[in-house]
């Protein structure tokens, strides 16, 4: 088999805290992405989202890149990367900026933009994204696209998005180690809500969850942009550590159980027959009901839940979520998390898996891929700004929000 057309092709690598994966997405004549390869494998050297074990992280991505080049018959040269964390940080800021010329020009847009992202940020952070939210001309505020108004004073509204410049160089190294580049780094919860989000529930308010194994990822978006941010350190592991503790077996055996039996909600249990719960050490297995399972699982995502209620609450966009809540990420599947999460927040909740995409099942129908393929529609849209084409409106003015990405990491 030949090489494929490299041009056309585009690498996304999501080093998770459980797992490493790596998409191959092909460019099609109708802008459409097909995911013609992919591979997997563990993540021991990630905590949390961020990088503790510099070799046992290239490892996992030589594995993972290895898997999915060998699928797709091509060679990876540079990738679309995610970055999260608890070092990541979001903020809203406001630029100002006279017009120079009687009306706002795409000069002045991007000097607006410069004064957005002038914030005072520690010395151990650095830019990651910079996104417009709305535009005001001369206090008329709610602009999308302020090009060609007449007026003499621009403002633009921007989200900010600084992560710690030691965890951006460190996947850098991990990635260059591997004899490949970083194309660009990105939020893991912006890779996931391109993947996930329709453009309908993006204008009307809607929370993007990713529960993933170490990072819990929270992306508020209303009038069709991001408005709110935000990073915990509680997901899927902290689960499985429960189920070790609760039943005293070891951890693996733990995640077995809770990947075989686990369940949300007691309903969503598919038998009542015992299960077998193998013991620490020499000591003996027992037999529990799995309703006791859930006894341990319930409260825990209950608990989560409710961290990510109070920071929605903080955020001050609760009241704005009329589309609800789309769950992702690879502890979104548990059985009765949708049900559950319906109950704690009071709103309409769905699974989000990656959408708009064709190629392997195994990717486009699981949400634990959702920041991998999400990360090949970013590229998509980078790569559209590298050549553009002629566009209008907001569109335009969301996909130039890359060129604001500055992070010269
Ligand atoms: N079917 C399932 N039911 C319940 N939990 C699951 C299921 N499949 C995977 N998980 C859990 O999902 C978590 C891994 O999710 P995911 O692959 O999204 O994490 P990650 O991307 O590696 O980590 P992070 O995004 O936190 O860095 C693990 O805790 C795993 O136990
Ligand atoms: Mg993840």
Redesign the pocket.
């Known amino acids: 088999m030949g090489r494929r057309e490299q041009q056309t092709l585009m690498v996304g690598l999501?080093i998770?805290?459980?797992?490493c994966a790596a998409v191959i997405g092909q460019l099609n004549a109708d802008d459409r992405i097909e995911i013609i390869g992919h591979g997997e494998s563990p993540?021991r050297g990630?905590n949390r989202?961020d990088v503790v074990n510099i070799e046992q992280t290239i490892h996992a991505i030589k594995r993972a890149v290895e898997a999915a080049e060998l699928m797709a018959n091509c060679r990876a040269q540079s990738l679309y990367v995610c970055i999260?964390g608890t070092h990541v940080k979001s903020h809203n800021s406001i630029g100002i900026a006279p017009v120079r010329s009687g009306s706002v020009s795409e000069r002045d847009v991007d000097s607006v933009m410069d004064a957005g992202r002038a914030i005072a940020i520690p010395a151990d952070q650095k830019i990651l994204h910079v996104i417009p939210q709305e535009f005001a001309v001369d206090g008329r505020e709610g602009i999308l696209d302020p090009v060609g108004m007449h007026g003499v004073r621009l403002e633009a509204k921007v989200h900010v998005i600084t992560g710690s410049i030691s965890a951006a160089q460190n996947i850098h190294k991990c990635v260059d180690s591997c004899g490949m580049k970083v194309d660009k780094l990105i939020l893991?919860h912006i890779a996931s809500s391109h993947a996930t989000l329709l453009p309908d529930e993006r204008a009307l308010g809607v929370c993007l969850i990713?529960i993933?194994?170490?990072?819990t990822d929270i992306a508020i978006y209303k009038g069709g942009t991001i408005r709110h941010t935000a990073v915990l350190p509680i997901?899927?592991?902290q689960?499985?550590n429960d189920i070790s503790v609760a039943f005293r077996t070891p951890v693996k055996s733990a995640?077995e159980l809770?990947?075989a039996h686990?369940v949300a909600l007691p309903q969503f249990a598919s038998s009542r027959d015992e299960i077998e719960v193998p013991g620490v050490g020499d000591q003996p297995s027992r037999r529990l009901s799995p309703l006791t399972l859930v006894e341990v699982i319930k409260p825990r995502y209950e608990e989560l839940f409710s961290y990510i209620g109070r920071e929605l609450y903080r955020s001050e966009w609760l009241g704005h979520l009329a589309s609800g809540i789309v769950l992702t990420?690879?502890?979104a599947?548990?059985p009765g998390v949708v049900e559950l999460a319906e109950q704690v927040f009071g709103l309409p909740v769905r699974l989000g898996l990656p959408h708009d995409v064709d190629g392997i099942k195994e990717v486009v129908g699981n949400p634990?891929y959702s920041?991998a393929v999400g990360l090949l529609m970013y590229g998509r849209q980078d790569r559209a700004q590298a050549s553009p084409t002629p566009m209008q409106g907001f569109a335009y003015w969301l996909q130039r929000a890359g060129e604001w990405f500055k992070g010269s990491f």
């Open positions: 999501d998770g805290t459980t797992k993540s990630m989202g999260s893991q990713d993933g194994g170490g990072t997901a899927g592991n689960v499985t995640e809770k990947l686990g990420g690879g502890a599947q548990m634990a920041t």
